[in-house]
């Protein structure tokens, strides 16, 4: 009788949504001439003021800073991988903030 009342509920959503990591002292990220970043909220904070001479200094051919944090810092390879495509920090900007729809923030 009890199985007929209880309702199964679906909470999909909220536990699709991942945690955002936070990095602390040495994990941190220091941008050129700019912020010291924790997290993925701060990246795509520090993307909206970048200059194009901030981001050149970390993102050119031989690497990429930011996609390199993202991958072994704060743990989200699909977003390091994105940050990868990523010419201007503008664009950058906008996979961090698609990437930021996955979490709890």
Known sequence: MFKRLIKKVSVKDADQKKLLVNAYNERCFWVYNGPVLSNLSDLWRAYN???KEQ???HVHEEKNDFS???????LDEECAKALLKADSPKKAATVVENSLKEYYV
């Open 55 to 57: 981001y050149a200094h």
């Open 68 to 74: 390199k944090w993202v991958a072994e810092v704060l």
């Open 49 to 51: 003021y970048m200059t």
